[in-house]
């Protein structure tokens, strides 16, 4: 069964980073796009970034633009979510997933779309 396993999450001061991971089991993350969400309390599940892994395009939301980024380790079947000058606002449950397209460029923005998600794992950001 396909599993991703998100980890990574943790309390931090406004300004701190965390490193979110995201690995997958009997998914190949080099064929499959890739979105890290985010869902705060009483809150609709708002999209944070998302990839496409054939032409290695990307886009982050506004609101994270410049603090957070992605990256992969193909060798280890994992993505990163590198997320520095976190700020109260970015407090929030963190998910990732996946979907297969076969498109060069597609990037997948909406929640629905994605067929594979993580469990997710919990960022507070203190004030």
């Known amino acids: 069964d396909v599993q991703l396993q998100a980890s990574g999450g943790g309390m931090v001061q406004t300004g701190g980073s965390l490193r979110l991971s995201c690995t997958a089991s009997?998914?190949?993350?080099?064929?499959?796009?890739i979105g890290w969400f985010r869902q705060a309390p009483g809150k609709e599940r708002e999209e944070v970034a998302c990839?496409?892994?054939?032409?290695?395009?990307?886009t982050y939301v506004d609101s994270v633009k410049g603090r957070f980024t992605f990256s992969r380790d193909n060798a280890k079947n994992t993505v990163y979510l590198q997320m520095n000058s976190l700020k109260p606002e970015d407090t929030a449950v963190y998910l990732c997933?996946?979907?297969?397209?076969?498109?060069?460029?597609?990037?997948?923005?909406?929640?629905?779309?994605?067929?594979?998600w993580g469990q997710g794992t919990q960022v507070t950001v203190s004030s």
């Open positions: 997933a996946a979907m297969y397209t076969n498109s060069y460029s597609y990037l997948p923005h909406n929640a629905y779309l994605y067929t594979y």
């Open positions: 009997d998914l190949d993350f080099d064929e499959y796009e």
């Open positions: 990839f496409n892994s054939g032409d290695r395009s990307g």
